[in-house]
């Protein structure tokens, strides 16, 4: 839909300035319908920028990890509604919370055509904004501390569906499953989940290799390509660029946008870079 502005004013104007002024009618018609189809276009272009608005956001969301939880037999764990509960509070009211999670219920409880939610954030959704779904589904997955695989294989079809590349997948996923993050509790947003403790810390016998992946970037790289893939994985995981999702979604991607920069450091300190 995006093209069928494009030339359809210029067109039209200058048939109607032909049959009113002959050729210098079509000519001057031509220029008004260019300048129409340039406003038209860079309106709609403004549009499309954010396709998605927080309540689309948040459908999307429930949806996806209805599926996610349909996936482990059909299991749907304490934890994990809760998960789904505290963020929506973030910027819900109680009347609005209360319509939400039995929006969920309802979700649950139905046929889920996975293909066609995907295809919609494939077209529509931003790469950033697809980021922080995975974020959220990876998330909700930890819920009680630990991902089982069935679950997993499901967050990793979403992702191949929405057009996400399998770098990009691998990187969100490092972030929760690995050498620092995997079995501890992960935040999202102002939320902290999963462990038996209300409090735990990073593993000691930590590696590089998930900040690595995390920066989508080879051990074997040289110092300046790890520069610029950090470069870009701040750039698209940097909290501005979801901004216009809500509060809550920001502070997810604070999360993330901060563990980028852990990673970085700790790439940067073991190779003794400046």
Known sequence: MGCLFTGIFSFIFAILGFMI???HGAFIGFL?????????GKNRIRVNKHYYKSQDFTEHELVLAAYVAKADNNRLLRSEMEYVRQFLAKTMSSEQLSSAMLR??????SDIDIQSVCADLRQHATIYEKLVIL??????????????????????YISDLCGISRSNYEAVKSMFVGSYYGGYQQTY????????????SRTSQATLENDYKILE?????TDDEVKKAYRAAAKKHHPDKVSHLGEDVRKAAEVKFAQ????????????GMN
């Open 104 to 109: 969920f219920r309802d979700i649950l409880n």
């Open 21 to 23: 002024s002959d050729w």
């Open 135 to 156: 974020q959220f589904l990876f998330g909700f997955s930890n819920a009680d501390g630990s991902m089982r695989q069935e679950e997993l294989n499901a967050i990793q």
């Open 260 to 271: 980028v920069n852990e990673a970085y450091e700790r790439i940067k300190k073991s190779r």
């Open 217 to 221: 970037v080879s051990p074997d790289a």
């Open 189 to 200: 947003g102002d939320y902290t989940y999963g462990g038996n403790s209300s409090y735990s």
């Open 32 to 40: 008004i319908g260019t300048l129409l189809d340039f406003i038209f």
